[in-house]
């Protein structure tokens, strides 16, 4: 994807910049800011057009654990082509972290803190980061990262680490069974086995793999 910066400091790219909002308002206002900050063409796309694109996005999925799964958000940032720069404004509460799939992406990549007391801030720092990711950068908010990586101490067997890993990138039973040559019903004993472990009870409210899949640090 071909990008040069100008005298003026706009920003010269294969295609402008899209924005996609689970709120219209916030999504407008936003371009007005990246305009205004040197990135013009910026346009607002319906949030189903996500896996449809092939330029440099901005993301910014539903504030509530509940809306981000219910509106199937998940699925839409695991849509996005890995070679798309990406910035995306979003709580620590709402599992993106797993879903942009940083450990395969090739290119830049910024995770914002988009909380009531940061939204302010965020949104202020959403041009320097849409530079820097157009740059292949990666920069994530220390509140996506677990301060003590992944359930150290959890006492996940070596059997149940394997299959944890392949869970967090969005596996099926059948498809981890498949890999590791195990029937799915030994892989749903190992998967209730990691569920027990890392605390994570049968709440209908959550979904206990996205949630596992979350907190996963290879």
Same mark, same amino acid.
């Given at each position: 994807?071909?990008?040069?910066?100008?005298?003026?400091?706009?920003?010269?790219?294969?295609?402008?910049?899209?924005?996609?909002?689970?709120?219209?308002?916030?999504?407008?206002?936003?371009?007005?800011?990246?305009?205004?900050?040197?990135?013009?063409?910026? @346009?607002?796309?319906?949030?189903?057009?996500? $896996? &449809?694109?092939?330029?440099?996005?901005?993301?910014?999925?539903?504030?509530?654990?509940?809306?981000?799964?219910?509106?199937?958000?998940?699925?839409?940032?695991?849509?996005?082509?890995?070679?798309?720069?990406?910035?995306?404004?979003?709580?620590?509460?709402?599992?993106?972290? @797993?879903?942009?799939?940083?450990?395969?992406?090739?290119?830049?990549?910024?995770?914002?803190?988009?909380?009531?007391?940061?939204?302010?801030?965020?949104?202020? @720092?959403?041009?320097?980061?849409?530079?820097?990711?157009?740059?292949?950068?990666?920069?994530?908010?220390?509140?996506?990262?677990?301060?003590?990586?992944?359930?150290?101490?959890?006492?996940?067997?070596? $059997?149940?680490?394997?299959?944890?890993?392949?869970?967090?990138?969005?596996?099926?039973? &059948?498809?981890? $069974?498949?890999?590791?040559?195990?029937?799915?019903?030994?892989?749903?004993?190992?998967?209730?086995?990691?569920?027990?472990?890392?605390?994570?009870?049968?709440?209908?409210?959550?979904?206990?793999?996205?949630? @596992?899949?979350?907190?996963?640090?290879?």
């Amino acid at each position: 994807m071909k990008r040069e910066f100008g005298q003026d400091g706009a920003i010269s790219v294969s295609a402008p910049p899209l924005i996609i909002s689970w709120d219209p308002l916030a999504g407008e206002l936003l371009r007005g800011h990246l305009e205004v900050e040197g990135f013009p063409g910026t @346009a607002v796309v319906a949030d189903h057009e996500t $896996a &449809k694109v092939s330029t440099p996005l901005v993301v910014l999925p539903p504030p509530s654990y509940a809306e981000y799964l219910g509106g199937g958000w998940d699925l839409r940032l695991r849509g996005v082509p890995l070679d798309v720069p990406i910035v995306v404004l979003a709580r620590p509460t709402v599992p993106v972290r @797993a879903a942009l799939q940083l450990n395969l992406r090739t290119s830049g990549v910024a995770l914002l803190d988009a909380s009531s007391a940061s939204a302010v801030a965020a949104v202020a @720092a959403v041009p320097s980061a849409l530079r820097m990711s157009l740059e292949g950068g990666q920069v994530i908010d220390p509140l996506f990262i677990p301060s003590t990586g992944v359930f150290e101490g959890s006492g996940l067997t070596p $059997a149940e680490l394997r299959v944890y890993e392949l869970l967090a990138y969005g596996r099926s039973n &059948k498809g981890i $069974a498949a890999e590791l040559f195990l029937s799915e019903r030994t892989v749903e004993v190992h998967v209730r086995k990691i569920f027990s472990k890392m605390s994570l009870s049968d709440d209908r409210s959550m979904n206990r793999r996205v949630v @596992a899949a979350s907190l996963f640090q290879k």
